[in-house]
Structure formats: C-alpha cells, structure tokens
C-alpha cells in the first residue's frame, strides 16, 4: 500500500548526543549520505555496447548540514586532533497513513573536513555548511527498525540493509562470518 512518511523536525548532535549538546534551534538543513554502488564500464571485444558493471563498492560517504548564524561550539571540531567524531541526527516521521509519529535516528563517525561561514547580509544574516568525510561508520533507523548500516572495518559484512547483510555470500567466502 502507498503512503507518504513525512520528515517534519530535525534535531542534530556533534559529538555527544547529551541534551545539553542539541543544534534544533540552529539547525537549516540536514543531508544524510547517499549510498552509490561504484560502477565501470565495459565492453566485451565482440559486444555492441557497453554495460556499467556493479563492482560491490559503496562510493564514499559524505553527509553535510547547515547551521543558522555563528556556531564556536561546532566550528571547534573542524580537522579535529582527536579523529573521527559521532554525530547524531534525529528526525521525526509523519506516518500519514497511521497517523503517527515515527523516530529516525542516524549516527555517522566521521571527520569534519569542511566548514564554510556564509556571507552576511542584514536581512538574511548568516549560515554556515559543513561536510563531513572519512565517515566510517553510519547506521540509520526508522521506528526502531535498522533501515541502512555501514561498517568499514567489517568488510561485505559491514553493509545491511534492513538488517540483511547485502554481501552475505562473499562475507562467507572471504571468512567473515
């Protein structure tokens, strides 16, 4: 059956996910990552065209957001000395055939690599956007139900899709599970 899940809220965590360290009141926008199989190209010596070929790769993660005004608190952990961090975004979901509200949860562990204080003009103020990149590990949810996980360090185990392991088989092959 259709239905339309309607993201209305959105509330951001850089580095802890303590209350204390919540963005809603500043946050614009939010961009989760785009998940993008590495593909290339192939044309056999006898074939009439080509084909893009599924390679098993994901390309890499690179989520970003944007904040209203000046932010020192997150701007301190632009290059920061310590690695990757944890961000949490959380979200909530309109379910309008149910007519209920549904928890997202996403949590990346990546580097803040870019930080772009916007231009002010005086009656539009200020943004400033971020991306983060060497991101490692990211899972979302939906409900409490696991929608996307990525693990680097886990190898064609680290990559499920809800909660099944996209690359069950060459985990098995490779001794991975």
Same mark, same amino acid.
């Given at each position: 059956?259709?239905?339309? =899940?309607?993201?209305?809220?959105?509330? +951001? #965590? &850089?580095?802890?996910?303590?209350?204390?360290?919540?963005?809603?009141?500043?946050?614009?926008?939010?961009?989760?990552?785009? =998940?993008?199989?590495?593909?290339?190209?192939?044309?056999?010596?006898?074939?009439?065209?080509?084909?893009?070929?599924?390679?098993?790769?994901?390309?890499?993660?690179?989520?970003? #957001?944007?904040?209203?005004? #000046?932010?020192?608190?997150?701007?301190?952990?632009?290059?920061?000395?310590?690695? /990757?961090?944890?961000?949490?975004? /959380?979200?909530?979901?309109?379910?309008? /055939?149910?007519?209920?509200? +549904?928890?997202?949860?996403?949590?990346?562990?990546? /580097?803040?690599?870019?930080?772009?204080?916007?231009?002010?003009?005086?009656?539009?103020?200020?943004?400033?956007?971020?991306?983060?990149?060497?991101?490692?590990?990211?899972?979302?949810?939906?409900?409490?139900?696991?929608? =996307?996980?990525?693990?680097? #360090?886990?190898?064609?185990?680290? =990559?499920?899709?809800?909660?099944?392991? &996209?690359?069950?088989?060459?985990?098995?092959? +490779?001794?991975? &599970?």
């Amino acid at each position: 059956m259709s239905n339309i =899940f309607h993201m209305n809220m959105a509330n +951001l #965590f &850089v580095g802890d996910d303590d209350p204390s360290n919540s963005l809603f009141l500043t946050i614009k926008n939010v961009k989760l990552p785009t =998940f993008e199989e590495t593909t290339k190209d192939h044309a056999g010596g006898g074939a009439s065209g080509k084909v893009q070929l599924g390679m098993g790769l994901i390309e890499p993660l690179m989520p970003s #957001f944007q904040l209203e005004g #000046f932010n020192p608190g997150v701007q301190q952990h632009f290059m920061p000395a310590a690695g /990757r961090i944890k961000y949490t975004i /959380r979200g909530n979901v309109y379910d309008l /055939r149910e007519q209920t509200d +549904l928890e997202l949860k996403a949590i990346i562990q990546g /580097r803040l690599t870019k930080m772009e204080m916007g231009e002010f003009t005086r009656d539009a103020g200020m943004t400033e956007d971020y991306e983060i990149k060497e991101a490692l590990f990211y899972s979302i949810s939906l409900g409490g139900q696991e929608k =996307f996980y990525f693990d680097y #360090f886990s190898g064609p185990a680290g =990559f499920r899709v809800n909660g099944q392991v &996209v690359q069950q088989r060459a985990a098995r092959n +490779l001794g991975l &599970v």
